[in-house]
């Protein structure tokens, strides 16, 4: 059985940073691809930053390079920077994680069979 867990949220103010972590767990589960998703209530949970297995990062434009993810594969633990944030980034931030995810679907939902989850991020004005 695997268990994703997201840790790190909390209430910041714009321009703050905060970084998120993501453990994964699971028997024989090494060496996953992951991503981090976000969703404001009433839509739809976007993918936001991913990391293969062979450490391949993709981001969404949206974020004009603010966020940076990246993985200790020694501990399946993985992280998001989140820097200069905005009140837009306020969200539930949820981890995901599959065994091989294809180039196409690093930030599509349906990609990641594992979740977690959220943790909440509020940017105060």
């Known amino acids: 059985q695997v268990h994703v867990a997201e840790s790190g949220g909390g209430l910041v103010q714009t321009g703050d940073s905060l970084n998120l972590t993501c453990t994964i767990a699971?028997?024989?589960?090494?060496?996953?691809?992951m991503a981090w998703f976000r969703q404001i209530p009433g839509k739809e949970r976007e993918g936001i930053a991913a990391?293969?297995?062979?450490?391949?990062?993709e981001y969404a434009e949206s974020l004009a390079g603010r966020f940076i993810i990246s993985r200790d594969n020694a501990k399946n633990i993985f992280f998001l920077q989140m820097n200069n944030l905005k009140s837009e980034d306020t969200a539930m931030y949820f981890c995901?994680?599959?065994?091989?995810?294809?180039?196409?679907?690093?930030?599509?939902?349906?990609?990641?069979?594992?979740w977690g989850q959220g943790t909440q991020v509020t940017v105060s004005s």
């Open positions: 699971g028997a024989g589960f090494e060496n996953v691809a």
């Open positions: 990391i293969d297995t062979d450490r391949v990062t």
């Open positions: 995901a994680a599959v065994g091989y995810v294809a180039r196409w679907s690093r930030l599509k939902r349906a990609g990641y069979m594992y």
